[in-house]
């Protein structure tokens, strides 16, 4: 029951349990990936704007995967991210689609724009 109360406030302990483990994943890598991986999950953090936990729990854990797969195959980090490491990012950050922090001032801005079409109209 406490576990339900919990997880209503804080989300989902199975996702944030998920998300150390892939953290650790990230930790286990050779010191060149595990450099360049947790940048690039730095700036997702702040620029991926994906807020559903579901979403992002699989996004990391995919995250984890590609750098680790990298990692055993000597793919070299460049060649990973490319000649642009923030479009890297970004691009793959636009893979997972999901609940945005910007969908609620998208609705907002629709919702004061119709109801400001409603007074001119009345």
């Given at each position: 029951?406490?576990?339900?109360?919990?997880?209503?406030?804080?989300?989902?302990?199975?996702?944030?349990?998920?998300?150390?483990?892939?953290?650790?994943?990230?930790?286990?890598?050779?010191?060149?990936?595990?450099?360049?991986?947790?940048a690039v999950h730095r700036y997702l953090m702040y620029a991926g704007g994906?807020?559903?936990?579901?979403?992002?729990?699989?996004?990391?854990?995919?995250?984890?995967?590609?750098?680790?797969?990298a990692a055993l195959d000597g793919t070299p980090v460049r060649e990973i991210?490319?000649?642009?490491?923030?479009?890297?990012?970004?691009?793959?950050?636009?893979?997972?689609?999901?609940?945005?922090?910007?969908d609620k001032e998208r609705n907002r801005l629709n919702e004061a724009i119709?109801?400001?079409?409603?007074?001119?109209?009345?």
């Amino acid at each position: 029951m406490a576990a339900k109360w919990i997880e209503a406030l804080t989300g989902s302990l199975e996702q944030k349990k998920q998300y150390k483990q892939d953290m650790a994943r990230i930790e286990a890598l050779p010191a060149s990936y595990r450099t360049a991986a947790k940048a690039v999950h730095r700036y997702l953090m702040y620029a991926g704007g994906v807020v559903d936990g579901e979403t992002l729990t699989t996004m990391f854990t995919d995250f984890a995967d590609l750098w680790e797969r990298a990692a055993l195959d000597g793919t070299p980090v460049r060649e990973i991210v490319g000649d642009d490491p923030v479009a890297f990012a970004e691009n793959f950050a636009q893979a997972y689609t999901g609940k945005q922090w910007i969908d609620k001032e998208r609705n907002r801005l629709n919702e004061a724009i119709a109801e400001a079409e409603k007074e001119d109209q009345g």
